[in-house]
């Protein structure tokens, strides 16, 4: 398998998770930045957008390389702006460097914001059954993570639950 065009993506895939719900419909939302978007904005495939909750069994928590912790970047000879650079083939260096460590994922801030982080989980080090996935919660206009996400990058909504 081809290595993916995310910033830390390593072969055979990397696997990208928020570590909120304000984080992950941002993401979800960036696109419509300076924009606004109402109800059909939040369906893709004929789906609505949910959040789902993950729980990671300990063996794959335990081994992930958090970014965030300076002790791990001066074990690993990472510089912090190395982390954050636009050109990916700098940021999939050191994720292909945790990865043959023996890491399971990282830990970094989001490219939004400091006190967001994304967990990145390298898709050899763990089994789609060791997601224990919770239930989804469907996003609507009135979701506290759509209002709190849309404020924060410059997204308007408009209209109601009803309107289109």
Excluded: N
């Excluded at 696997?15 to 941002?26: I, K, S």
């Excluded at 300076?70 to 990472?78: C, K, N, T, V």
């Excluded at 912090?80 to 292909?96: L, V």
């Excluded at 224990?132 to 209002?147: D, Q, R, W």
């Amino acid at each position: 398998m081809a290595q993916g065009s995310g910033r830390f993506d390593v072969p055979p895939g990397s696997l990208y998770l928020a570590e909120t719900p304000d984080h992950a419909v941002a993401e979800k939302i960036q696109r419509f930045r300076g924009r606004s978007i109402g109800v059909r904005h939040l369906t893709e495939f004929s789906h609505p957008l949910a959040l789902v909750e993950l729980s990671l069994p300990l063996r794959v928590r335990s081994h992930i390389a958090d970014l965030c912790d300076p002790e791990i970047l001066q074990r690993h000879g990472i510089q912090p702006d190395r982390t954050a650079f636009r050109d990916i083939r700098t940021t999939q260096t050191i994720a292909r460097a945790l990865h043959q460590w023996g890491a399971s994922g990282l830990r970094w801030w989001s490219a939004f914001f400091g006190e967001w982080h994304t967990l990145v989980l390298f898709a050899d080090r763990f089994s789609t059954a060791d997601l224990a996935p919770g239930t989804p919660t469907a996003i609507g206009l009135e979701s506290p993570a759509l209002v709190h996400a849309a404020e924060a990058i410059g997204v308007r909504i408009r209209g109601s639950p009803t309107e289109g």
